[in-house]
């Protein structure tokens, strides 16, 4: 008797009709959609299609150039700057600023940022003066840095690691909260000595979200450059904007910001590449 | 069905004399201004009625620099602008997109309206005079601006090269007064009104005027092509303009001494209009007066050579001259 | 070495967590000790291994510990606590960097410790890449490198499955098997709590006091034998009488928090 079941559990059913006359038929499927994939080619075919789109407008003359120059007068603009050698001047100009103020900017974000993740004392007094400082515009103290540093690199230096000191400390300790506590009770547990939990522990712990951070202060030094060379700059990206806009030059305007884009690409490249590195692990 | 299409008919034909019937009320129109006496006969004209007199009836657009102004005419935001010359302005024009139909303010000697102001540090240096700024650190607002281009006339007049002048663009007036107070530069041009309190305070040192040494045309009435298409309006306005500049010039500017206005009781409702507009105290007011010619006149010839030495410099793009710009039909020259 | 509870209480804010508990572990011995949920046991041990800082009472350790031993009240815990961004060898070295081990001799060690527990061929693997038992023998392994006394065995099995905890169960009985190392082992299964114990300290419902310690007759070699599994059974469910009713109010008081 047994076998017998077994033979009927075996046979595949769908081939014929059950006793009742019922034929079976396939379960719908209905989890499609809800998981977006990360199609390469279709973000580039639409940007190319975007620029394709905005040169049709500017040749046919459906907008007014000075409104919106077309792709090919932006480039032109930027061939110009760089024959002329003054693109040059302009972006080593401003990547001495972005580099040097970044460069403060971090290494101060950094320490102030584990001593809060760290330390009580400096918890209760370095977040108050994070959220009392960190939303005033720079630009709102330009005047001030300038009575302060004068007219020189120093106030374009500080207006970028300024910007770029706040995002980072707060990035840095919420990294350092989020190091999972149980790691340093194991460490703990093993005796080992503070300094090298804070080395050993903490900072690969909160190595991910401060590279996060890396790539939002990156932006930021790129953004305030053109406000630190609001303060007497003869030469720089930021300087180059700014005047192409005090004097309407609008395609000169536009090769700026595409410069200052691609600033901004080729820093976001290089945050990936150090992600892969440091954080492979992941 | 014939029923509504009568009825839509109807409410055209409506509509259509309803239209016209307004258009001969009064022309309508926008002026874009900045609030600073060296527009002050366009107050006049507003607050006395002059536009309304002439079948217009104006709205005043505020603006807080000039630059915005010339784009806004463009854009057909206003109908007309009112404010000095800039780069920005004759890249727009060269382009075609304004022209120029009248004068405003210049400068003018007994007239302050543009300074040339020492630190304190520098003048004790010996930087006395406008002469002495020949290679100096020299705070400017923005390149191209019409203190950049005072600075290229002075250089001219005493024949220094302004390549020698270390020229600081530093984008704002306070900037500007900032770096001049903290000794960051060795000199700043600047307006009365900003540099008045930086002086009185001790915060820096005046040199002289703009107006006393290199005289030039600062600001100008201009319009976009499509507003001069309607030929009433521009003459109606540039009329009531001309009334109020003549008016400004003979009671106001004729009562000037040492740079000041007096305070009488011919001068007093008009300094009481400019104050009311321009959100300053009569007192101010008077020290505060930008020549403008009774006629409405324009100095042409400064015109094209502040364009020549825009585009000597490469702030205005090359290939056109003052003729290109200014709307002959209209402009009164000198 | 022994490990002594001395009258341990402890409070979280207003809440009275263990109420003077005090037992001893003695060298070499092996001590479980289950209670329905929220008794306090994990606090219980972290108090025990001077991670907790105990309201009264306190944990002792009488008698020194064995010469060679790096860190004589060592943890393994619930969820491994590994490195993610060290390998499989750098994280049982971990604990040796910080000793007066030369490279070599802690690079013995830690061959050694891989040995022991399997994982020789896996030395170069990332947490990521290991199932949940190989990950706890990483933390056995590391607990292994610095030689404890006394192994603080916090629910080591619970996160994994059945298959995988009867596994590592069978280690649990090899490397607890010369009697050079006790332990207290944490855990809410009975099973194996009766298993591996030489003693099982039964405590009550919040706030945990003991209850009753229940010794277990048997050497952990007889324990696996076909003939043990009925005796092992009858003292599971003598247990399981001790905390039947309190587990149940524990859960009703969970559900009506």
Redesign the interface.
Known sequence: MPSVRFKMLERAPSQDAQQDGSVARPVAFRGAGFMPGGGRASGWIALALAIALWQLAGSAGWV?P??LPAPSAIAVAIYKLAVSGALWQHVSASVVRIGSGWLIGTMAGVIVGFAIGLSTLARGVGITFISALFPIPKIAL???L???L???EEPKIATIALGVFFSTAISVYSGVDAV?R??I?????????FH?IVI??IW??A?PSILAGFRITASVALLLVVSAE?????FGIG?FV??AG????TDQLLAGVVILSLFGLAVGKAINVLEARL?H?? | MMKFARLALAGLLAMAAGGVARADDALKAKIGVLRLSSSAPVFIAQDKGYFRDAGLDIELKFFDAAQPIAVATTSGDVDFGITAFTAGLYNLAGKGTLKVIGGMSREKAGYPLIGYFASNNAYAAGLKTPKDLAGKRIAVTQVGSSFHYSLGLLADKYGFKLADVKVMPLQSLSNAAAALKGETVDAALLPISTARALVDSGGAKFLGWVGDETPWQLGAVFASPKTLANKALVTKLLGALVRADREYHDVILASVKDGKAEINDKTKPLLEIIAKYTNLPVEQVVGNCAYIDPDGKLDVKNVDNQIAWLQEQGFVDKGFAADAIIEKEYVKAD | MDLIADHISHRFGGLDVLDRVSFTVASGEVVAIVGPSGCGKSTLLSILGGLLRPSEGRAELRGAPPDNSLNPLTFVFQDFALLPWCTVEANVAFPLVHTALDAAARQAVVDDALRRTGLSDFRGAYPKQLSGGMRQRVGIARALAVRPAILLMDEPLSALDSQTRELLMEDFVRLLADGAMGAVYVTHNLEEAVRLADRVVVLSRRPGRVREVVSIPMTRAERGGIDARGKLLTLQNQLWSLIREEAIDAEREVQNA
Not at chain 1, 185 to 193: D, G, L, T
Not at chain 1, 246 to 249: A, D, E, G, P, V
């Open positions: 007014n000075l409104f330009l005047p001030l300038i009575l302060w004068g007219i020189g999972p149980n790691l009770r194991m460490a703990q547990s093993f005796n080992v000595p090298a050993r522990v690969p712990g190595l609001m303060i007497g700059a003869q300087a700014l005047q005090n004097l309407m030059q954080l692990w992941r």
